[in-house]
């Protein structure tokens, strides 16, 4: 099978610099950076810089930006393309900027943002059109397939998009009212790409937690990349098993040992980061993920849930 890109997904609050590079390391072809705010790039707010930070070795990453403005999106997606802003730090210059239009979270929904904008297959348009003259990177879009079962419209906005300079979609078999549950629908996958033209890829999104989903998704999809999210919380080997897939050959789980390792790996990497402090306080959630299904995880969580230094994450994970 010819080579698909692996994508790591946008996640809030998870896809940040270290755990990009740990899923980059693990198989990942490219990546997309925590959903970045329009709105507050252009009032200059110094925090939203380190979301937009690419690390060295994080070669092949997106930036992801929400809002629903089309003059601001253009405006900050200027900044970020460019690194124009206080706290920009790019080891490599982004590779594309990627347009928000599937998050489903009331916070952003209610401000008209994320898949907010799917209910406006015009404005969706508009935006794309106000970024793509703002950069000279590509802009690609990710979507959801509608609103509501009532709503689906994942081809409309595709093409909306596409329309006006988008150079990839990447869709969510979800629609918003649905959230995460229950099943993605490869079906909308398949019409998004039976309805664009073929040289603009689509990109499969939604319920991939093994090899077999990724050939499932291509096979009943055609879809031209394949982008995991959840899944690679705790388990960032899904790359390496959907590449073994794809390629044909069978794949070694890691052992527990070397999950345990890894989730270590990634906590020091994230207290470098962030400093002690707030680096374990957000990492311990982050390592829980590792430890699902393990013996004595019940236990792991829960000193987990108390550690304040690195030296107690390393005692609980034995590393």
Same mark, same amino acid.
């Given at each position: 099978?010819?080579?698909?890109?692996?994508?790591?997904?946008? $996640?809030?609050?998870?896809?940040?610099?270290?755990?990009?590079?740990?899923?980059?390391?693990?198989?990942?072809?490219?990546?997309?950076?925590?959903?970045?705010?329009?709105?507050?790039?252009?009032?200059?707010? !110094?925090?939203?810089?380190?979301?937009?930070? /690419?690390?060295?070795?994080?070669?092949?990453?997106? /930036?992801?930006?929400?809002?629903? =403005?089309?003059?601001?999106? *253009?405006?900050?997606?200027?900044?970020?393309?460019?690194?124009?802003?206080?706290?920009?730090?790019?080891?490599?210059?982004?590779?594309?900027?990627? /347009?928000?239009?599937?998050?489903?979270?009331?916070?952003?929904?209610?401000?008209?943002?994320?898949?907010?904008?799917?209910?406006?297959?015009?404005?969706?348009?508009?935006?794309?059109?106000?970024?793509? !003259?703002?950069? !000279?990177?590509?802009? @690609?879009?990710?979507?959801?397939?509608?609103?509501?079962?009532?709503?689906?419209?994942?081809?409309?906005?595709?093409?909306?998009?596409v329309e006006n300079g988008a150079a990839q979609i990447a869709v969510h078999g979800r629609t918003r009212? &649905?959230?995460?549950?229950?099943?993605?629908?490869?079906?909308?996958?398949?019409?998004? !790409?039976?309805?664009?033209? @073929? =040289?603009?890829?689509?990109?499969?999104?939604?319920?991939?937690?093994?090899?077999? =989903?990724?050939?499932?998704?291509?096979?009943?999809? *055609?879809?031209?990349?394949? $982008?995991?999210?959840?899944?690679?919380?705790?388990?960032?080997?899904?790359?390496?098993?959907?590449?073994?897939?794809?390629?044909?050959?069978?794949?070694?789980?890691?052992?527990?040992?070397?999950?345990?390792? @890894?989730?270590?790996?990634?906590? @020091?990497?994230?207290?470098?980061?962030?400093?002690?402090?707030?680096?374990?306080?957000?990492?311990?959630?982050r390592a829980a993920h590792f430890i699902r299904g393990m013996r004595g995880s019940a236990r792991m969580?829960?000193?987990?849930?108390?550690?304040?230094?690195?030296?107690?994450? &390393?005692?609980?994970?034995?590393?």
């Open positions: 099978m010819e080579h698909l890109p692996l994508i790591l997904a946008p $996640m809030a609050g998870f896809t940040d610099a270290p755990f990009r590079l740990l899923c980059r390391r693990l198989g990942a072809d490219r990546t997309v950076t925590e959903m970045v705010s329009a709105q507050a790039m252009v009032y200059k707010d !110094r925090k939203t810089a380190a979301l937009a930070k /690419i690390p060295e070795g994080d070669d092949h990453c997106t /930036i992801q930006l929400f809002g629903h =403005d089309p003059v601001v999106m *253009g405006e900050a997606a200027a900044m970020l393309a460019l690194g124009d802003y206080v706290g920009a730090s790019y080891a490599h210059p982004p590779m594309a900027i990627d /347009i928000n239009m599937g998050c489903p979270v009331r916070k952003i929904v209610t401000a008209g943002d994320g898949s907010a904008l799917m209910q406006n297959p015009a404005l969706c348009g508009q935006i794309v059109a106000a970024v793509v !003259r703002a950069v !000279r990177i590509p802009v @690609t879009v990710k979507i959801r397939a509608g609103w509501d079962k009532e709503h689906i419209n994942a081809e409309a906005v595709a093409a909306a998009c009212s &649905q959230m995460y549950a229950p099943s993605s629908d490869n079906g909308v996958i398949r019409s998004v !790409r039976h309805a664009l033209p @073929t =040289d603009v890829p689509v990109i499969g999104n939604g319920d991939i937690r093994s090899g077999a =989903d990724v050939l499932a998704m291509v096979e009943e999809t *055609g879809c031209n990349g394949i $982008m995991i999210g959840r899944e690679a919380l705790g388990n960032p080997w899904i790359f390496a098993a959907a590449r073994a897939a794809l390629a044909g050959i069978s794949f070694a789980p890691p052992t527990e040992e070397e999950v345990l390792r @890894t989730a270590m790996e990634l906590v @020091t990497a994230i207290v470098q980061d962030k400093g002690e402090e707030a680096g374990v306080r957000e990492s311990r959630g969580r829960e000193g987990l849930n108390r550690a304040l230094t690195l030296s107690q994450v &390393q005692e609980i994970l034995q590393f």
